[in-house]
């Protein structure tokens, strides 16, 4: 049963720093890896979607990478702004099309 | 725009009472629909895969005569919590596959239904 983990639960940066998320998962027999955004109360937002051939991926300051065979993903976001402030949530998403959630990054980025 | 309608976005019922929640592919038509729970500050959990025309397929320790789901057209799927109780206070949330295989693109998701149960 896949399993993913995402570490630190909370993160709290000044504006302007570069920081890094990470996301881990037990089972690496994946198609892709996704991150999320999560507003309060709001859905999801998709950020990038790595697919399990791929390395990396690169959406404007947000950089994505996937190590499938150490079971470990990062988002990168360069040069944070308040607006930046959301729960990140990484998925990663098997045969079955099913998507396993990690529980979230909390990040707030003062201004 | 939205590409997922979920409607309502907040609910409050008496327990024993139903409570029906709406989600709707505005752009696409979607054969296939998924269906999350998340309780705080825990990770979005799979409830179910709606399929249109047929039966709902259920995850593991999910009731399936508590949530009735529906999928009776290709743009909207119906979860219905039947006789609510306070335990079944949560987050819902709807999402359908931008294409016709959700491996290659990422899945859009409606903005959820927070259901509290009194």
Redesign the interface.
């Known amino acids: 049963k896949q399993e993913?983990t995402q570490i630190p639960a909370a993160l709290s940066v000044p504006e302007g720093e570069n920081l890094v998320l990470n996301c881990s998962f037990t089972d690496s027999a994946i198609?892709?890896l996704?991150w999320?955004r999560q507003d309060p109360?709001?859905?999801?937002?998709?950020l990038l979607?790595i697919?399990s051939s791929q390395r990396e991926q690169t959406s404007g300051r947000l950089n994505a990478s996937l190590d499938k065979s150490s079971g470990r993903s990062t988002l990168y976001i360069a040069a944070s702004q308040p607006g930046d402030s959301a729960t990140y949530?990484c998925?990663s998403?098997g045969g079955s099309?099913?998507?396993?959630?990690?529980?979230?990054t909390k990040l707030t980025v003062n201004p | 725009g939205a590409v997922v309608s979920q409607h309502p976005s907040r609910v409050i019922c008496k327990s024993g009472t139903s409570v029906k929640i709406e989600c709707r592919s505005l752009d696409f038509q979607a054969t296939t629909m998924f269906w999350y729970r998340q309780f705080p500050k825990q990770s979005l959990m799979l409830m179910a895969t709606s399929n249109e025309g047929s039966k709902a397929t259920y995850e593991q320790g999910v009731e399936k005569d508590k949530f009735l789901i529906n999928h009776a057209s290709l743009t909207l799927s119906t979860l219905t919590v039947t006789s609510a109780h306070p335990e079944d206070s949560s987050f819902y949330i709807c999402s359908v596959a931008g294409s016709p295989s959700s491996y290659n693109s990422p899945l859009h998701f409606g903005n959820g239904t927070r259901l509290t149960v009194t």
């Open positions: 993913v198609y892709n996704q999320f109360g709001k859905g999801l937002t998709s979607l697919q949530l998925a998403q099309e099913k998507l396993v959630f990690g529980k979230g």
